[in-house]
């Protein structure tokens, strides 16, 4: 076992999960991309595209400004999609595509965090569409993900209403910390990605999982435990070992407080102008 999970009862803690490459193989959003393609919400040229943008994040090339392309070409690209079908595609597509990716690391991890009776949360970037049920499918308790605006024909509009990356990440854990009553410094975070360090440095034991060059540099420096997550397993297939229900996610998102969404906004905006258009 390449972690120890400690049963306290009182106070309450959690723990908290970047998703992408932490959690499962992938990237969430982009590992939808077929199944945009067929459901005719895409078109060939976009298809390619996310396929290569999907090549680009599993090499670990995706620094900040990447990742901030990569935000601007995916809301650009979701404008004027319908929330109802994107919520069906994922929904048919979910266990094909999420089931055989997520890591057997860390759903022994979900679990054990869940027996020593700690909440478990998805803290990730991408889209709450899509984090909400992989959540779900995780028997996650909570869900921390991006939202999108929808307009009154029930559409993305292509703008932001709440960014979940970087600083903004760490706002809402505090702010969950406080409504839930969580003890930060008994509570546990896990990412791969150096962006997600203000997360991390949040609670009192951080993990780095499958880090980047980056968050190894900065784990080491800071003496933080580095796991390897290497295999990807079916929730299927773990069923006879489970001890813990899978529960539906209450979603937290934009909801979880207007400090961090409005925390979430200002850093953003900020960082828009400093953002290079993403040339295709």
């Given at each position: ?81 319908n929330v109802q079908q994107v ?164 979603v937290v998102a934009a909801a ?25």
């Amino acid at each position: 076992m390449l972690w120890v999970v400690e049963n306290h009862s009182l106070p309450r803690t959690a723990a908290f999960f970047d998703l992408d490459k932490t959690v499962i193989a992938k990237s969430s959003t982009l590992t939808f991309g077929k199944s945009f393609y067929q459901g005719g919400l895409i078109n060939r040229r976009a298809a390619l595209r996310t396929a290569y943008a999907q090549f680009v994040f599993l090499a670990g090339g995706a620094d900040h400004d990447q990742m901030e392309r990569m935000r601007k070409y995916l809301s650009s690209l979701c404008r004027g999609w319908n929330v109802q079908q994107v919520k069906e595609i994922v929904a048919e597509t979910l266990h094909d595509l999420i089931d055989p990716i997520i890591y057997d690391e860390a759903a022994s991890l979900i679990e054990e965090h869940h027996r020593a009776g700690r909440d478990v949360v998805i803290v990730s970037t991408s889209g709450a569409e899509v984090v909400e049920p992989i959540g779900e499918l995780l028997g996650a308790d909570r869900v921390v993900a991006t939202r999108m605006v929808v307009g009154d024909d029930g559409c993305f509009t292509g703008e932001v209403e709440y960014y979940a990356y970087g600083p903004t990440k760490a706002e809402a854990i505090k702010e969950l910390a406080q409504s839930e009553g969580y003890d930060l410094d008994r509570c546990y975070a896990y990412s791969d990605s150096a962006t997600d360090v203000p997360m991390l440095q949040t609670v009192g034991r951080p993990y780095a999982v499958n880090p980047d060059r980056a968050l190894r540099r900065e784990a080491i420096a800071r003496g933080w435990p580095i796991l390897d997550f290497n295999r990807p397993v079916r929730l299927k297939q773990r069923l006879p070992t489970l001890s813990v229900p899978p529960r539906p996610a209450l979603v937290v998102a934009a909801a979880v407080g207007a400090a961090a969404a409005t925390a979430g906004l200002v850093w953003y905006a900020s960082r828009r102008k400093a953002a290079t258009v993403y040339a295709g």
